[in-house]
Nanobody, 127 residues
Framework: QVQFLESGGGSAETGGSLMLTCAVTGFTDSTEMAWFRQVPGKEREGVAGFHPRSGRRDYADSVKGRFTISLGSARNTLNLQMNNLKSEDTAMYYC?????????????????????WGQGTQVTVSS
């Protein structure tokens, strides 16, 4: 059975940091995972993706150099370290798992390419 447990969301000031954690069960160590975010009225957007078999990490241009996706110390956990936060990072953040098809590097940021989703954790950045 697939289960997600997301944590780490909350409030931060501009320039501050937060780390999100996604603990998943029901997957193997080779399951692709990603973080997405969404604000009301806008489409869900890919933030960072991780392809375990190749070690590949991909990022949205808006977060490159500020966010880092990595495996957690516990098995089947995925972290998103967010530094130098900006007000535009305010959103509901979702963990996704199991990339459906196609070349990961070309489509990881498309929500439709992911089969399983967490419930989301809110991140609010204010000045």
């Amino acid at each position: 059975q697939v289960q997600f447990l997301e944590s780490g969301g909350g409030s931060a000031e501009t320039g501050g940091s937060l780390m999100l954690t996604c603990a998943v069960t029901g997957f193997t160590d080779s399951t692709e995972m990603a973080w997405f975010r969404q604000v009301p009225g806008k489409e869900r957007e890919g933030v960072a993706g991780f392809h375990p078999r190749s070690g590949r990490r991909d990022y949205a241009d808006s977060v490159k150099g500020r966010f880092t996706i990595s495996l957690g110390s516990a098995r089947n956990t995925l972290n998103l370290q967010m530094n130098n936060l900006k007000s535009e990072d305010t959103a509901m953040y979702y963990c996704a798992a199991y990339y459906k098809t196609g070349i990961f590097a070309f489509s990881w940021y498309e929500p439709g390419q992911w089969k399983y989703w967490g419930q989301g954790t809110q991140v609010t950045v204010s000045s």
